[in-house]
């Protein structure tokens, strides 16, 4: 049985080799573009700053005039944000500026206004006519000035095609006049559910052996910041040529197919079946609990080929399969560059009591964890790790990762802990 890291390697392996076909491009709003990823470079037209600005409030000194403490300046204007001076200055004059407005083409300098006289004069001061300061600190040339393109230059390329954008790059975007950006369209995820017992939300009941289709609304969540369009293909009946049917639809419609519970042994798990008419599995089982039974395969529709993933029917295994398979293949597959690819959080937290388990498997434990005072991070098992503890998800905060080999664990070891991306401002 193939190991948790060999499966991810093998997937994205083959994500890699998918990402590298060209996908359509479209042109979206600014703001509309946040979480896609750009396909172009995008190149600044202009330099920021745009011209020297002052980095205080204070006053902009002529060239060649004395910086040291106790001189005087003569100030002949003001400058401010918008409203630039545009006199002329002679060595020995200044303006009053302020933090942001253009630097004077003749001022070499900026001082801060606290390094001044001016607190003690400024209520005696008539700004319609000239007036002298008095350095209280000596200053020097350069100093306080933000100069023009020091920040980005005109011609760079501030983001790479392959850029996944955040709001971040929304600000120095929005600094350089950018509306519009062009990004990969998004991929199209079928999602399938599998099951005579299911039925979804919104929908009464029929009788106590029924239940509620919670993995669709789940991966749907948990999907949720990607750059896809989700296509929900509803609840299969366990039959064959239904299954069959649903899965040949998805093929033409999607570029990805994510499936759950159906991908067991057992004797109305038909998604296997409809997965070799139509494709081929490459793996099956992974050492991993909860989601053993997990698959991975492609799916063929004359020249195209649709990734397949199969998860199990259990809600904890479909969590912790969507988070360590599903959602970075779906990065990798939607030409994410590597060096952006979201990280996963992994941190070292020291158990807070006994743990046991069987060895051979690596188990995704649920958990809640806090960080003390010093910085430390400390970890809880919440109760008993039965994969059918549909509740234990709800209020933990993290996965518990524990090898496979590991058997027993004593309270006071260290542990990698994942923390969730819903905890975490």
Request: hydrophobic share 45%; charged share 20%; proline share 4%.
């Amino acid at each position: 049985m193939i190991s948790v890291e060999q499966l991810q390697a093998a997937i994205n392996e083959v994500a890699h080799t998918h990402a590298s076909t060209p996908r359509p491009v479209e042109h979206l709003p600014l703001l509309s573009a946040v979480g896609y990823v750009l396909a172009e470079n995008i190149v600044a037209d202009f330099d920021i700053p745009r011209q020297n600005l002052s980095a205080m409030d204070g006053f902009a000194f002529a060239v060649g005039s004395e910086l040291s403490a106790g001189n005087q300046i003569d100030i002949v204007g003001e400058s401010c944000a918008g409203r630039p001076f545009e006199g002329e200055l002679s060595c020995g004059q200044g303006v009053r500026i302020f933090t942001g407005a253009v630097v004077p083409a003749a001022c070499d300098c900026v001082v801060m206004q606290e390094n001044t006289d001016w607190q003690a004069i400024a209520s005696t001061v008539d700004k319609s006519q000239n007036y002298a300061i008095t350095l209280s600190k000596a200053a020097e040339i350069g100093a306080n000035i933000r100069k023009q393109g020091e920040e980005v230059a005109a011609g760079e390329r501030v983001l790479a095609a392959g850029k996944r954008l955040n709001p971040a790059d929304v600000s120095l975007l929005a600094n350089l006049g950018v509306a519009q950006v062009a990004v990969y369209a998004p991929l199209t995820v079928g999602l399938i559910a599998t099951g005579d017992e299911l039925v979804a939300l919104g929908h009464e009941l029929p009788n106590l052996a029924s239940i509620y289709n919670s993995n669709t609304p789940t991966l749907k969540t948990l999907l949720k910041d990607l750059p896809i369009v989700i296509k929900d293909y509803g609840i299969i009946a366990d039959d064959l040529q239904a299954t069959c049917d649903a899965v040949a639809q998805a093929v033409k419609e999607c570029d990805v197919l994510i499936s759950s519970a159906g991908v067991s042994v057992g004797d109305y798990d038909y998604l296997t079946h409809a997965i070799d008419a139509l494709g081929k599995i490459t793996h099956y089982k992974v050492a991993m609990k909860p989601g053993k039974p997990f698959v991975f395969g492609e799916l063929y529709d004359d020249a195209r080929t649709v990734l397949y993933f199969g998860l199990p029917g259990n809600p904890l295994s479909c969590v912790v399969g969507c988070l360590q398979f599903i959602k970075p293949a779906l990065w990798r597959l939607a030409k994410v560059s590597d060096d952006d690819l979201p990280k996963r959080l992994v941190l070292k937290a020291k158990l807070m009591a006994d743990f046991s388990k069987k060895a051979g498997r690596k188990e995704y434990a649920r958990g809640v964890y806090h960080q003390d005072e010093q910085g430390e991070f400390h970890v809880t098992f919440l109760g008993a790790q039965d994969s059918h503890r549909i509740k234990q998800l709800a209020y933990a905060n993290c996965l518990i990762a524990i090898d496979k080999d590991d058997s027993h664990l004593q309270k006071g070891d260290m542990v990698s802990i994942e923390p969730f991306v819903w905890g975490l401002l």
